[in-house]
């Protein structure tokens, strides 16, 4: 069985586009563990996954790390099930490890208003780790309304939904191996009416 990669994809009845192949994914990933390698050199972090979204990239970038490194994981909880964020942060998950005077990398999928993450960032910090490094895989920077810590950005993107490589939509695509973006002329073309004239 193959990755699954397909080129355009219909989730919840709303048509997406491919954006982000597994080739710049892939590529993208080498440099990320690169620099993390160079910088973090000597010492011993703890990668933190925020999940679900997060699982595909930690895996990934993980296996592009040589450094010794651990890892663990912390369950947040904001969208539910729409395309907009809730406003709302809730914890599901506790860590496992012990992470004062660690050094904290975290891991997520998408920083979109920055509310997920800078919350994240002062329940890390209250528990008094050595230091604490943000990593995103995509930025949706013009919806960023927070005034959040990001230090690796794998891709910055325009404020659309997107899909795949561990994103949802209502739990659904997280399973795509490229990332999608919502294509918002063939979802306008689908719902216009048609025209019997
Ligand atoms: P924030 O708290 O507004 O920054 O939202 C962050 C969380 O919302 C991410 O961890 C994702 O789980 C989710 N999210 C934000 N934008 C998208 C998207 O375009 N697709 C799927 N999930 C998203
Ligand atoms: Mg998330």
Request: aromatic fraction near 10%; include cysteine; charged fraction near 30%.
């Amino acid at each position: 069985m193959s990755f699954y990669m397909p080129d355009r994809v219909e989730c919840n009845g709303e048509e997406f586009k491919l954006f982000l192949s597994k080739q710049e994914i892939d590529k993208r990933l080498m440099e990320l563990g690169e620099e993390l390698d160079t910088d973090f050199e000597g010492k011993r972090p703890i990668f933190i996954g925020i999940l679900n979204g997060s699982f595909i990239f930690l895996a990934d970038l993980m296996r592009h790390v040589s450094i010794p490194a651990e890892v663990d994981f912390l369950k947040l909880s904001s969208y539910g099930d729409a395309k907009v964020s809730s406003g709302k942060v809730t914890e599901r998950k506790e860590l496992d490890a012990d992470i004062e005077g660690r050094h904290i990398i975290l891991v997520e999928d998408i920083i979109d208003t920055g509310l997920s993450m800078s919350y994240m960032i002062n329940r890390i910090k209250d528990k008094k780790p050595a230091s604490v490094t943000v990593v995103t895989l995509l930025h949706k920077y013009e919806a960023t309304r927070y005034d959040v810590q990001i230090d690796y950005v794998g891709f910055r993107i325009p404020d659309l939904f997107v899909l795949g490589y561990g994103l949802d939509y209502a739990q659904e695509g997280r399973n795509l191996a490229q990332i999608y973006i919502l294509d918002e002329e063939a979802n306008k073309a689908k719902n216009e009416p048609e025209d019997h004239a």
